[in-house]
T-cell receptor, first 115, second 114 residues
């Protein structure tokens, strides 16, 4: 069965610091990769996704992620965080392709940005 | 467009009871998926419905079931509730339910089982 692991459970950093969140998945076939964010009191929302093409994908709010197929990784980055980036971040994989939707999520990383 | 809506937002039930949760997808979306979110197990896939058919299923017992109506609205039912069923239940909809589709999540229904 496929699995997704996120390296850090909690990250604390100051405003303007750079952020990198690790995500590794275990599945040998074609996958679609996602990063979702859950701001305090809000719904899960999509930050960015990868399904084909350029392995460096850009998302909303200045986030980007790089898909490295050989490492089964999809790490999320932001060069300079703001206090408003305080949230929980989830990496997710869908390995079903056209067969449907079944997201396997990582355990999440809680990010606290100190002003 | 209105987002995914879920009703009710909060529920309190006792062990042994059953519960039905409702989800209205974004207009035009045909795929509806359900997820359970708990502090211990994180986000886990329950099932996906597409065109009124259950297309994919996660590793949950048969007490968890669902259905989808012709207007794509979906319900999930949990029978014989257990304490461990306390969780936030999230519904997500997507246009076609293909792997690269973005799933849009609702606010969830928080179920507490006493």
């Amino acid at each position: 069965a496929q699995s997704v692991s996120q390296h850090n459970h909690h990250v604390i950093l100051s405003e303007a610091a750079s952020l990198e969140l690790g995500c590794n998945y275990s599945y040998g076939g074609t996958v679609n990769l996602f990063w979702y964010v859950q701001y305090p009191g809000q719904h899960l929302q999509l930050l960015l996704k990868y399904f084909s093409g350029d392995p460096l994908v850009k998302g909303i709010k200045g986030f980007e992620a790089e898909f490295i197929k050989s490492k089964f990784s999809f790490n999320l980055r932001k060069p300079s965080v703001q206090w408003s980036d305080t949230a929980e971040y989830f990496c997710a994989v869908n390995a079903l392709g056209a067969a449907g939707n079944k997201l396997t999520f990582g355990g999440g990383t809680r990010v606290l940005v100190k002003p | 467009k209105a987002g995914v809506t879920q009703t009710p937002r909060y529920l309190i039930k006792t062990r042994g009871q059953q519960v039905t949760l409702s989800c209205s997808p974004i207009s035009g979306h045909r795929s509806v998926s359900w997820y359970q979110q708990t502090p211990g197990q994180g986000l886990q896939f329950l099932f996906e419905y597409f065109s009124e058919t259950q297309r994919n299923k996660g590793n949950f017992p048969g007490r968890f079931s669902g259905r989808q109506f012709s207007n794509s609205r979906s319900e999930m039912n949990v029978s014989t509730l257990e304490l461990g069923d306390s969780a936030l239940y999230l519904c997500a909809s997507s246009l076609l339910g293909a792997g690269a589709d973005t799933q849009y999540f609702g606010p969830g229904t928080r179920l507490t089982v006493l």
